[in-house]
């Protein structure tokens, strides 16, 4: 079993910054993708930014030049540095990562808990 878990959500004004960080835990197992997505009340889930193992990046055009999305293999995270924030970026931020089962031969989609961001005005 591999969970991610999400942290560095909080409460900050705009055009503040946050650091949200993504660690993967469990055993026999390697991380492929990993990505933020992030949901608002009221609206549908949406990709906030998405990072290949190989490193390359994709964003979202409403944080494109905000947000920068990295990642540490060793450490089994991923990280979304979130700069010059609006509160249209108000959202729970979840974790996704697609994993590979060593034991199970098989890929599976993971998603973390969510971790709040507020931003006010």
């Known amino acids: 079993q591999v969970q991610l878990v999400e942290s560095g959500g909080g409460l900050v004004q705009a055009g503040g910054s946050l650091r949200l960080s993504c660690v993967a835990s469990g055993s026999t197992f390697s991380i492929n993708d990993m990505g933020w997505y992030r949901q608002a009340p009221g609206k549908q889930r949406e990709l906030v930014a998405t990072?290949?193992?190989?490193?390359?990046?994709n964003y979202a055009d409403s944080v494109k030049g905000r947000f920068s999305i990295s990642r540490d293999n060793g450490k089994n995270t991923v990280y979304l540095q979130m700069n010059s924030l609006k509160p249209e970026d108000t959202a729970v931020y979840y974790c996704?990562?697609?994993?590979?089962?060593?034991?199970?031969?098989?890929?599976?989609?993971?998603w973390g808990q969510g971790t709040l961001v507020t931003v006010s005005s």
């Open positions: 990072i290949a193992s190989g490193g390359s990046t």
């Open positions: 996704n990562a697609i994993i590979w089962r060593i034991l199970e031969l098989r890929y599976r989609e993971v």
